[in-house]
């Protein structure tokens, strides 16, 4: 069940991105003659178009889900790939509330590497909820209901204090 839901977000998120690719470039300017202006400064470039998933923040979690697993999937192609911190730093760097966070452990009782890690965001009152670590085959990350009490994650959570 995971192995399909991961491939079909990653489907959804790449049928995104390339539907975004499309208007991006359909809404470009038609290359007009060149200015005969001689200047040897540069002239100046306009700001580049997103090629990506981008945050909405009036959007729903559905539609936050690509940006989301696109956050996930640059973390998880790092060293820190196991690290909660790792990916609750970067959702607050794109412009998730770190507020509306909860992770679990990432190290056992024991101090051993956890199995897998879950983080969330609460948005628009349903999750966005990621997994990752050695025994997920791939990242997963899905929409998911909030549960009882206004929360992500079912049990324990580490505090977010950093």
């Given at each position: ?9 990653r489907l959804a998120a ?26 040897s400064s540069p002239s100046?470039?306009?700001s580049p178009t997103p ?112």
């Amino acid at each position: 069940m995971h192995r399909s839901v991961s491939t079909s977000v990653r489907l959804a998120a790449s049928c995104a991105i390339a539907i975004s690719g499309m208007m991006f470039s359909a809404c470009s300017p038609t290359p007009g003659p060149a200015p005969a202006v001689t200047t040897s400064s540069p002239s100046p470039s306009a700001s580049p178009t997103p090629t990506g998933p981008v945050l909405l923040p009036e959007g729903t979690a559905q539609e936050n889900l690509p940006f989301f697993t696109a956050i996930m999937n640059q973390v998880a192609a790092t060293e820190q790939r196991w690290q909660g911190r790792a990916y609750v730093d970067a959702l607050v760097a794109a412009g998730f509330p770190k507020d509306a966070m909860e992770l679990t452990n990432d190290l056992t009782t024991v101090g051993n590497g956890a199995d897998s890690i879950q983080f969330s965001v609460r948005w628009s009152g349903e999750c966005l909820v990621g997994q990752v670590g050695p025994s997920t085959p791939t990242p997963t990350a899905l929409v998911l209901p909030q549960v009882p009490g206004g929360t992500c994650l079912v049990g324990q959570t580490r505090p977010i204090d950093w």
